[in-house]
């Protein structure tokens, strides 16, 4: 995994909204099913239009459709959609001219051969805002987002004397090669260098000496195996370095140079993220001024004639509202309030008898048990919860959610449409209903639970949100250009290219291939379905998207599998291994949701980290090789982190909130899993079935984990680690 992946689950899709008032006016009743029909009909047309791109010709035909059914039922309760598609026809009909890569960037592109993305690219000392600046200890480091994807020249002019001078290329990470100048700083010097560098520190030093003190031209030729440095114009190798054989990385620089050039082959995610970034500006531009209202007819945003049923139940905490309280109960609302689950827990425990409500006991105890990972006590507290208040909403919607961690979806479900249909005006009670149907594949399901919300509950614009997602979740990216790549199980749909789609699909095929052939096949009735995959052509695209359909634009994320939408979204990382990697990663994740209900958060993350560096080895694609951050990053933080029989049970939020040590545990405690001594190698196959079994989650795991010495579990797991390092 290139970044943090987020493993979207959408546990609260959006925040409720106030009920509407009635409106003025009120629609002609709905016809039966012919004249519903036929609306489906047209607008599917309209939907394939749109998929070839024939944008003018899509929004005059449904200015007709919505003409020839006006004020229809089934039309009002489509209006998100309707919104959507007029303005993705809208933007496409503009033809907004892109401008080329030279006009886009600040350097200067002396020569681009789109084919094969070989470049001539230069930069002085007034042109470098493609740089991101990241601050040294005594200067400003600028870092290119390019990646060089082949044998590359890069050639850096100045003046010694001028400031510090440094040149980091074949940059990896805190590997690369380093090239500088020197300086004279506070009174001493930074030596002239050459130097290899891993991890941060010198390996081998090739020239170290005063500082330069006249004008000096360093050129570098970077190739597979070796590296030629000329120095001052001279033709004459000055210096031979060996190179390790791995990907050719990107470079940064000081300030204190006159010009700096590259010839050679580029990864093509830099100019084609500059290109994306471009588009989804003009789209910004375009959606900020585009006014629904001004292009579709009136009646299409009147809500209809009806009353908005009212929920029944407040957001308050059940059993709330005595007039007079304990110390111990304003002491568990004040630590529910700021989410200190453990102190919840402890102070109940102590608490007296009858000073705190027996229904608010149960609900925060079992939030607190839920939050905390402990489903089997969250299993208990909670059916107490619903004892005690069965038709209350809000326990209810705290049950579903225990239910469906502890893998008892089909219970959650029920509840859930119960709930819905018992609470018809609690916005939490369908969202919940909706999210439960969508991660079961049922789309068409929820599309027709969010219609009937609105038709037989009058919950229009409560609903408003949540029927946008559900539209683009159908539709995916709003791009105006768009390729589509079918394989035997995957839809791969992009703006970049052709060949990317099909280059993505053969490496999820394979990948998949070689997931079935270890761990087992998609159930029959889920593997009739391909899996959707969406590749962004920059990370703005990607952002947007995401923070439209989920709500939230994820940082720091190459991507992200969503169970809930069941599609898998990539950006197009400057490094082509870099999205292989990432496409692996989330691949992972979009097999296991056919595979497991509800795996633990460290098995899907971990096994996913496993997996994404994986390699043909015999003849055959292998996970599980040697992950160097993770195993330096465990190393110098073990003090934090959570002993091991914790660990494996420990909650979702957690994970997320300490994010890059939970990564690195979860790769290591697979990896030991995997690859550690025979002996502990057997225990995986254990977990395996464990989890696929319909036993509730932490009993899967305390069955498969049962006898382990975890004291010795523990010590021979860093034994191992240590090994790899």
């Given at each position: 995994?290139?970044?943090?992946?987020w493993?979207?689950v959408?546990?609260?899709?959006?925040?409720?909204?106030?009920?509407?008032?009635?409106p003025?006016?009120?629609?002609?009743?709905?016809?039966?099913?012919?004249?519903e029909?036929?609306?489906?009909?047209g607008y599917?047309?309209?939907?394939?239009?749109?998929?070839?791109?024939?944008w003018?010709?899509?929004?005059?035909?449904?200015?007709a459709l919505?003409?020839?059914?006006?004020?229809?039922?089934y039309?009002?309760?489509?209006r998100?959609a309707?919104?959507?598609?007029?303005?993705?026809?809208?933007f496409g009909?503009?033809?907004?001219?892109?401008?080329?890569?030279?006009?886009?960037?600040?350097?200067?592109?002396?020569?681009?051969?789109?084919?094969?993305?070989?470049?001539?690219?230069s930069?002085?000392?007034?042109?470098?805002a493609?740089?991101?600046v990241?601050e040294?200890?005594?200067f400003?480091?600028?870092?290119?987002?390019l990646?060089?994807?082949n044998?590359?020249?890069?050639?850096?002019r100045g003046?010694?004397g001028?400031g510090?001078?440094?040149?980091?290329?074949?940059?990896?990470g805190?590997?690369?090669?380093?090239?500088?100048?020197?300086?004279?700083v506070?009174?001493?010097?930074l030596?002239?260098?050459?130097?290899?560098y891993?991890?941060?520190k010198?390996?081998?030093?090739?020239?170290e000496?005063q500082?330069?003190?006249?004008?000096?031209?360093?050129?570098?030729v970077?190739?597979?195996?070796?590296?030629l440095y000329?120095?001052?114009?001279?033709?004459k190798?000055?210096?031979?370095?060996?190179?390790?054989?791995?990907?050719f990385?990107?470079?940064?620089?000081?300030?204190?140079f006159?010009?700096i050039?590259?010839k050679?082959?580029?990864?093509?995610?830099?100019l084609q993220?500059?290109?994306?970034?471009?588009?989804?500006?003009?789209?910004?531009?375009?959606e900020?001024?585009?006014r629904?209202?001004?292009?579709?007819?009136e009646?299409?945003?009147e809500?209809?004639?009806?009353?908005?049923?009212?929920?029944?139940?407040?957001?308050?905490?059940?059993?709330?509202g005595v007039?007079?309280?304990?110390?111990?109960?304003e002491?568990?609302?004040?630590?529910?309030?700021?989410?200190?689950?453990?102190?919840?827990?402890a102070?109940l425990?102590k608490?007296?008898?009858?000073s705190?409500?027996p229904?608010?006991h149960?609900?925060?105890?079992?939030?607190?048990?839920?939050?905390l990972?402990?489903?089997v006590?969250?299993?208990?507290?909670?059916?107490?919860?619903?004892?005690l208040?069965?038709?209350?909403?809000?326990?209810?919607?705290l049950?579903?959610?225990?239910?469906?961690?502890?893998?008892?979806?089909a219970d959650?479900?029920?509840?859930?449409?119960?709930?819905?249909?018992?609470?018809?005006?609690d916005?939490?009670?369908?969202e919940?209903?909706?999210?439960?149907l969508?991660?079961?594949?049922?789309?068409?399901?929820?599309?027709?639970h969010?219609?009937?919300v609105?038709?037989?509950?009058?919950?229009?614009?409560?609903?408003?949100s949540?029927?946008?997602?559900?539209?683009?979740r159908?539709?995916?990216?709003?791009?105006?250009?768009?390729?589509?790549?079918?394989?035997?199980?995957?839809?791969?749909?992009?703006?970049?290219?052709?060949?990317?789609?099909?280059d993505?699909?053969?490496?999820?095929?394979?990948?998949?291939?070689?997931?079935?052939a270890?761990?087992?096949?998609?159930?029959?009735?889920?593997?009739?379905?391909?899996?959707?995959?969406?590749?962004?052509?920059?990370?703005?695209?990607?952002?947007?998207y995401c923070?439209?359909?989920l709500g939230?634009?994820?940082?720091h994320?190459?991507?992200?599998y969503?169970?809930v939408?069941?599609?898998?979204?990539?950006?197009?990382?400057?490094?082509?291994?870099?999205?292989?990697r990432?496409?692996r990663?989330?691949?992972?994740h979009?097999?296991?949701?056919?595979?497991?209900v509800?795996?633990?958060?460290?098995?899907n993350?971990?096994?996913?980290?496993?997996?994404?560096?994986?390699?043909?080895?015999?003849?055959?694609?292998?996970?599980?090789?040697?992950?160097?951050d993770?195993?330096?990053?465990l190393?110098?933080?073990?003090?934090?982190?959570?002993?091991?029989a914790?660990?494996?049970?420990?909650?979702?939020?957690?994970?997320y909130?300490?994010a890059q040590?939970?990564?690195?545990?979860?790769?290591?405690l697979?990896?030991?899993l995997?690859?550690?001594?025979?002996g502990w190698?057997?225990?995986f196959?254990?977990?395996?079935?464990?989890?696929?079994?319909?036993a509730?989650l932490?009993e899967a795991?305390d069955?498969?984990?049962?006898?382990?010495?975890?004291?010795r579990?523990?010590?021979?797991f860093w034994?191992?680690l240590?090994?790899?390092?």
């Amino acid at each position: 995994m290139v970044q943090n992946c987020w493993l979207c689950v959408l546990p609260c899709l959006f925040a409720s909204l106030p009920a509407q008032g009635t409106p003025a006016v009120a629609p002609s009743p709905a016809s039966a099913g012919p004249s519903e029909t036929a609306f489906e009909a047209g607008y599917a047309k309209i939907r394939e239009q749109m998929a070839r791109q024939k944008w003018v010709v899509a929004a005059q035909d449904l200015q007709a459709l919505l003409a020839a059914h006006e004020k229809q039922l089934y039309v009002l309760a489509q209006r998100e959609a309707i919104v959507e598609d007029a303005r993705r026809c809208a933007f496409g009909a503009k033809a907004i001219p892109v401008p080329p890569p030279e006009k886009l960037i600040s350097g200067k592109l002396e020569w681009l051969d789109r084919g094969s993305h070989r470049v001539k690219l230069s930069y002085g000392k007034d042109n470098l805002a493609d740089f991101a600046v990241e601050e040294g200890e005594h200067f400003e480091v600028l870092v290119h987002p390019l990646a060089f994807a082949n044998d590359y020249e890069i050639t850096m002019r100045g003046k010694g004397g001028a400031g510090y001078a440094g040149l980091w290329f074949d940059r990896i990470g805190d590997d690369y090669t380093m090239w500088s100048s020197g300086a004279h700083v506070d009174g001493g010097y930074l030596p002239a260098l050459l130097a290899h560098y891993e991890g941060g520190k010198i390996v081998r030093k090739f020239r170290e000496g005063q500082p330069e003190v006249g004008a000096y031209v360093c050129r570098f030729v970077v190739a597979d195996r070796e590296i030629l440095y000329y120095e001052n114009d001279q033709k004459k190798v000055a210096q031979k370095l060996a190179r390790k054989k791995r990907p050719f990385g990107s470079f940064a620089v000081t300030r204190a140079f006159d010009e700096i050039e590259i010839k050679g082959t580029l990864e093509p995610g830099w100019l084609q993220g500059v290109t994306d970034q471009f588009v989804a500006e003009r789209r910004a531009e375009f959606e900020k001024d585009w006014r629904p209202k001004e292009h579709l007819p009136e009646w299409l945003f009147e809500k209809p004639a009806g009353k908005t049923a009212r929920p029944k139940y407040g957001r308050s905490i059940p059993g709330v509202g005595v007039l007079s309280v304990s110390d111990e109960f304003e002491r568990v609302l004040d630590a529910y309030k700021e989410a200190k689950w453990r102190e919840v827990r402890a102070v109940l425990a102590k608490a007296p008898a009858d000073s705190v409500p027996p229904l608010t006991h149960a609900f925060v105890d079992a939030t607190a048990a839920w939050q905390l990972g402990n489903l089997v006590d969250a299993l208990a507290v909670s059916e107490r919860a619903l004892g005690l208040a069965p038709e209350d909403s809000r326990v209810r919607l705290l049950r579903i959610d225990i239910l469906d961690d502890a893998r008892r979806r089909a219970d959650a479900l029920a509840l859930a449409r119960q709930t819905a249909e018992d609470d018809p005006g609690d916005v939490q009670a369908q969202e919940r209903l909706v999210v439960l149907l969508l991660r079961q594949g049922d789309a068409e399901g929820a599309e027709r639970h969010v219609r009937d919300v609105k038709i037989r509950h009058g919950l229009w614009q409560q609903m408003q949100s949540l029927d946008q997602m559900l539209a683009m979740r159908r539709r995916g990216p709003a791009w105006t250009r768009t390729f589509t790549y079918t394989s035997a199980n995957y839809e791969v749909s992009s703006d970049i290219d052709q060949k990317r789609c099909s280059d993505a699909a053969s490496i999820l095929e394979s990948s998949l291939t070689r997931l079935k052939a270890q761990f087992g096949q998609i159930k029959e009735e889920q593997s009739k379905t391909r899996f959707r995959v969406f590749l962004f052509a920059g990370e703005q695209g990607y952002k947007d998207y995401c923070a439209k359909i989920l709500g939230d634009a994820p940082s720091h994320t190459a991507g992200l599998y969503s169970p809930v939408l069941k599609q898998l979204l990539i950006w197009n990382v400057q490094k082509r291994e870099d999205m292989d990697r990432t496409i692996r990663h989330e691949s992972f994740h979009q097999y296991l949701d056919r595979v497991l209900v509800e795996p633990p958060v460290w098995f899907n993350e971990g096994m996913a980290e496993f997996w994404e560096t994986a390699k043909y080895e015999g003849g055959l694609l292998q996970g599980g090789q040697v992950r160097r951050d993770h195993v330096a990053l465990l190393i110098r933080s073990k003090k934090d982190l959570v002993p091991l029989a914790q660990f494996v049970h420990g909650a979702r939020s957690d994970f997320y909130a300490n994010a890059q040590l939970r990564y690195a545990q979860a790769w290591a405690l697979v990896h030991f899993l995997r690859k550690g001594p025979s002996g502990w190698q057997k225990l995986f196959p254990k977990v395996w079935t464990a989890l696929r079994g319909d036993a509730p989650l932490r009993e899967a795991i305390d069955g498969a984990f049962a006898g382990v010495d975890w004291p010795r579990f523990e010590t021979e797991f860093w034994e191992h680690l240590r090994n790899l390092k």
